[in-house]
């Protein structure tokens, strides 16, 4: 019967074991997918920083485009 009892523990114990290392192995794979997601969110940051970047230099060129539109119709209309 103590035998029985001894059998039962320490299939309990490597039990608690097995738990253990998956529960250390899901923290594993989970911190991995957090690197994964961080790194994915900083290029889709760096992307949205270099679009808008490039936006601005296009509004930038298209008002200097106006401005020098404007600035030939006035002459052209005698005005300095």
Same mark, same amino acid.
Do not use: K
């Given at each position: 019967m103590c035998e029985l009892a001894t059998l039962a523990m320490a *299939?309990?114990?490597?039990?608690g074991g097995?738990? +253990?290392?998956g529960a250390y192995r899901q923290g594993q794979a989970a911190e991995q997918?957090?690197?994964n997601n961080a790194t994915m969110a900083e290029y889709a940051a760096q992307? *949205?920083?270099r679009r808008g970047e490039?936006? +601005?230099m296009d509004i930038q060129?298209?008002?200097a485009s106006l401005k020098s539109t404007q600035?030939?119709?006035? *002459? *052209?209309?005698?005005l300095d």
């Open positions: *299939a309990s114990l490597v039990g097995v738990s +253990a290392i997918v957090g690197r992307d *949205a920083q490039q936006e +601005a060129r298209r008002g600035r030939v119709a006035q *002459a *052209a209309n005698g």
